[in-house]
């Protein structure tokens, strides 16, 4: 884990879950004042935004990296019934950030069986209206 960098606005996560047409679901990370993408564009950047990726967890287990705010989830990454999807906000050196030594994330809790899956969403920095 690393400190959030000194003079950068803290990043705003929370996640959004729709279900796929096809299988699955469909993530968005809803997300401010970070910049999301891939290491080969670190050297492009805003002084007062942090930069990096996301780590997409399920139930525990690492499944990915995110370097965009979209991302199609297929229904075998879950187990029937409740299931835990976390993202946490990395350095470009994969160390989660964080910011009074909480780590950014967001969790969302969800139960596949059910027409509406969210049970439960919370985030260490949600995303203020």
Do not use: C, W
């Amino acid at each position: 884990m690393v400190a959030l960098p000194e003079g950068v606005k803290v990043p705003e996560l929370s996640l959004l879950l729709f279900r796929d047409a096809v299988t699955g679901f469909n993530l968005h990370l809803n997300i401010r004042n970070f910049e999301l993408e891939s290491p080969e564009y670190a050297a492009v950047r805003h002084e007062e935004l942090a930069q990096g990726h996301a780590h997409l967890f399920i139930n525990g287990k690492k499944v990915k990296r995110l370097y965009g705010p979209y991302e199609h989830l297929p229904g075998n990454y879950f187990t029937t019934g409740e299931n835990e999807i976390k993202v946490t906000l990395n350095s470009h050196d994969h160390a989660s950030l964080t910011v009074n030594e909480k780590p950014l994330s967001a969790t969302l809790k969800i139960n596949t069986e059910q027409d509406d899956p969210v049970i439960s969403h919370e985030s260490t920095s949600p995303v203020s209206d």
